[in-house]
């Protein structure tokens, strides 16, 4: 699955997207997720010329209210990015509370790597 794909299926999710951050006069409040990447291309010695190779690193972080009550939202939200949007895509999950903003992030690393002609 392309880079490009995994923004489209973040979109379908059913709380606010953005990449990188939202506007500081109007963040939304949770749930929400924010996406962040960074990527280079790479050309490999080949006698075409024409081949070169993209590595995509990203994150999606979730963010959803620290009450109890969030919790059956925050796992269905998650089993949506799991299973939808990463599907077939290996990543690392890592879960931390934010007790200042009273919210839990939910963070997933991946590393995508595209031939591009």
Known sequence: MGFE???SLLGELPCPVA???FDEDAPPAPPFVVWFESSHTRRPEMS???RAVREVNAS???YTDIAETAAPERERIEKLIEHNVLSGVDFDKYQTQIY???MV???YEFTIVE???
Do not use: M
Request: glycine share 4%.
């Open 5 to 7: 794909r995994i923004v």
């Open 48 to 50: 075409n010329g024409q």
């Open 60 to 62: 999606i972080e979730l």
């Open 19 to 21: 990449r990188v951050e």
């Open 105 to 107: 992030q939910t963070a």
């Open 100 to 102: 200042r903003e009273n």
């Open 115 to 117: 031939k591009r002609y």
